[in-house]
């Protein structure tokens, strides 16, 4: 019963891991971008939130949904303003931007919320949970890995069923002639990094309603969610959410036999599946 | 309606076009011929807006949109269809079509129904991506997708390059149809005999310069011959 627990624990874990994916998943699936700023926006986000919280005295949730649309603006504006201007045939370019732009958050962060722990408090919901017979769930890992479902989710309906998410994928195909179609690709970059900032709203939510965060945790966050873009392939959504699950799991059972071994057994995974698929496990057809 | 003025291009420091004046009027069908790396391309390329050039080059009645973007000059309806296809390997034909209908102008003809009644085989394809067609049906979705914005003129670069020519055939039996609609057409096109059979005018261009221009009728093939090679051939 403990190893079904355990590997319980590391799905639900595995949902917080494919919401700090989703966003970086989604840009690099349509702007070939790797945006290696991406964790330090998520704990941006998380301050964010915490602000409106403080604020405003509402819960975190609710915080959030009052976040969201301001970091939609703010994602817009960095890809009008900064990433566009870099986006082309080299990828080192863009790279080179967004870690400035996460050494620039990172500090921008320090000086005004300083290195001090913060937290998103949930009130009794942080300390709930359910019994589904053999195993007892968190009802926070619950609702985070309901939420990545329904982000990965809501964000495949959106890239197949409607007409902005064929603007992302041909786009995503061929940028020329794409505006051939009277699209404007600067214009769908931007909407597509403000509809990143969004997931990256949700997964600051979980992240700081789960854990402590302060302004040094973000490249660890990237990190993971590297990780299970990686593993699930990228530009595959419903892979980062199953990177995402093979991160988690590898982390409680690693954890299980020692301690110790947490962090170390997430990475393991990760080489381990990309010894065998290089590609990860859902490659897009065209690369 | 549609005429460039002493239109120049350049790929680097290579010089493509020096100086092209072109005019197409409401409803026209013009051709564009010339060997390869004549500049056909470069032409087409020019007035759609993946190249830029000072405003004043390219003008749509009366207006200048040399310096526009192709999504702008689409929207002042002028569509392309580019050399290759082009298609998006992501999208279905259905989805490829749509995308070409994302930008209309008005209510016009060119509607998922009427370009299925053109092409009716990609009526039996439209679930298929785009690149599992065979050469002849994605050209047929790339001249789908370009129509379905309606436009005034349409642009087709290299429409039959690389394909068989029974399928030539019926692309080629397309062009009345559309032409019906009122939209004005211009073909770049290797095949000469071709050309001069369906154009209302013909352009032959070398070296980036117009050699020849006038109407089929009034072209000798000597006359070709010497555009299209220079007077040493």
Known sequence: M???????????????????????????????????AH??????????????VQMTGLNPFLGALIAAPLLFAFGWLVQRVVLNRVLGKD??????????????????????????????????????SVDLG??????????????????????????????????????????????????????????????????VTIAALFLGMRSNFDPSIGPARLIFAFEAVIIGGLGSLWGTLLGGAII?????????????????AGHLAFLA??????????????? | MLQTHALTASYGQFKALFGIDLHVAPGECVAIIGANGAGKTTLLRSISGVLRNAPGMVTHRGTPIGALSADAVLQRGIAMVPEGRKLFPSLTVEENLMIGGQVRRGDGRWTLDTVYALFPILRERRLSPGTA????????????????????????????????PVVIRDIYAALPRIRETGAAVVIVEQDI?????????????????????????????DAVHAAYFGNAA
Do not use: H, K
């Open chain 2, 133 to 164: 067609l065979s050469g002849g049906q994605q050209q047929m979705v790339a001249i789908g997708r370009a129509l379905m914005s309606n436009p005034e003129v349409l642009l087709c670069d290299e429409i039959s390059l690389g394909l068989a």
């Open chain 1, 273 to 287: 599946v990309l010894l065998v698929r290089p590609r990860g496990l859902f490659p897009r057809a065209v690369d």
């Open chain 1, 248 to 264: 988690g799991v590898a982390q409680t059972v690693g954890a299980q036999i020692n301690p110790e071994w947490q962090i170390l």
């Open chain 1, 39 to 52: 964790g330090d926006l998520i704990v941006f986000a998380a301050f964010l939130i915490l602000v409106v």
């Open chain 2, 193 to 221: 005999s071709r050309a001069l059979s369906v154009a209302d005018r013909v352009y032959c261009v070398m070296e980036g310069r117009v050699t020849l221009t006038g109407a089929p009728a009034g072209i000798t093939r």
């Open chain 1, 2 to 36: 403990i190893w079904l627990d355990t590997i319980v624990q590391g799905l639900l874990l595995g949902g917080l891991y494919a919401l700090f994916a989703a966003g970086l998943s989604l840009v690099f699936g349509i702007m070939r971008l790797v945006n290696l």
């Open chain 1, 134 to 199: 053999p195993v007892t769930v968190g009802i926070m890992p619950l609702l985070t890995f309901a939420s990545a479902v329904m982000v990965i989710f809501a964000l495949n309906q959106i890239f197949y069923r409607t007409a902005l998410g064929r603007a992302f994928r041909a786009t995503s195909d061929d940028p020329v002639t794409a505006s051939l179609m009277g699209i404007n690709p600067a214009s769908v970059f931007a909407i597509a990094t403000g509809l990143a900032m969004v997931t």
């Open chain 1, 91 to 128: 990828i080192l370019p863009p790279l080179l931007v967004t870690f400035g732009l996460s050494i620039a958050l990172q500090n921008g962060m320090l000086e005004v919320f300083s290195a001090d722990s913060q937290r998103l408090r949930a009130g009794p919901l942080e300390s709930a």
